[in-house]
């Protein structure tokens, strides 16, 4: 039973547009929200979070989205740069600091 | 800041025989996760660690994996016996236990492959 859903699997969009990557959940009981990224042979690193009782989280070219009422979490990246072609992961917290994490988006940004 | 240390990064066995994966947290980070990830999927957690105490060893398959921290720093994985299904990478993440909910630190991973 998967509880963090990233349906699409792959993203290709061309350098300096908007690149949007979802996210669906089901428990209602997740506080809070990561998004990671994963070069290749490397772990993921932290990009930007948002806690539930909020509705966007801005930091730079990444801003994360949060629709509570529909479940869904959403990660734009303005403007998109080659840089940015990587796997994303959506992460949700679940109890004390236990994450459950989503199966990847792998964006490639087009130069 | 020194970042998580793993080792191996990468260990090619044959089913049935035994495996071990060394990790070496942030200074200071008191949680540390150990993180199984098959290719194509996300990482799935198989044991969480505050300090030296088990928090959370649920999805740890237990007849063949054990896992432990000791003096609440270093920690390792162990797979005793491997079996074909075992092939993924190993992440090993710490965090500390502060406002910022957890933000978890990555190693590179060890990538094992069981034939």
């Known amino acids: 039973d998967q509880q963090v859903k990233q349906n699409s699997p792959s993203l290709s969009v061309q350098e300096g547009r908007i690149s949007i990557l979802n996210c669906d959940y089901t428990?209602?009981?997740?506080?809070?929200f990561l998004w990671y990224k994963k070069y290749p042979a490397e772990g993921p690193t932290f990009l930007i979070s948002i806690s539930s009782i909020k509705d966007k989280n801005e930091d730079g070219r990444f801003t994360v989205f949060l629709n509570k009422s529909a479940k869904h979490l959403s990660l734009h990246i303005v403007p998109s740069q080659p840089g940015d072609s990587a796997v994303y992961f959506c992460?949700?917290?679940?109890?004390?600091?236990?994450?459950?994490f989503g199966t990847g988006t792998r964006l490639k940004v087009l130069a | 800041e020194a970042g998580v240390a793993q080792s191996p990064r990468y260990k090619i066995i044959e089913k049935r025989q035994s495996v071990a994966f060394w990790c070496n947290p942030i200074s200071g980070h008191a949680t540390l996760y150990w993180y199984q990830q098959i290719l194509g999927q996300g990482p799935k957690l198989l044991i969480q660690f505050q300090n030296n105490g088990v928090v959370d060893d649920s999805q740890l398959p237990k007849d063949r994996f054990s896992a432990e921290r000791l003096k609440g720093v270093d920690s390792t994985l162990k797979i005793q016996p491997a079996k074909l299904e075992d092939s993924a990478v190993y992440l090993c993440?710490?965090?500390?236990?502060?406002?910022?909910?957890?933000?978890?630190?990555f190693g590179p991973g060890t990538r094992l492959t069981v034939l």
């Open positions: 993440a710490s965090s500390t236990t502060g406002v910022a909910g957890g933000v978890q630190f």
């Open positions: 428990n209602s009981m997740f506080d809070y």
């Open positions: 992460a949700a917290k679940e109890g004390t600091y236990k994450y459950i």
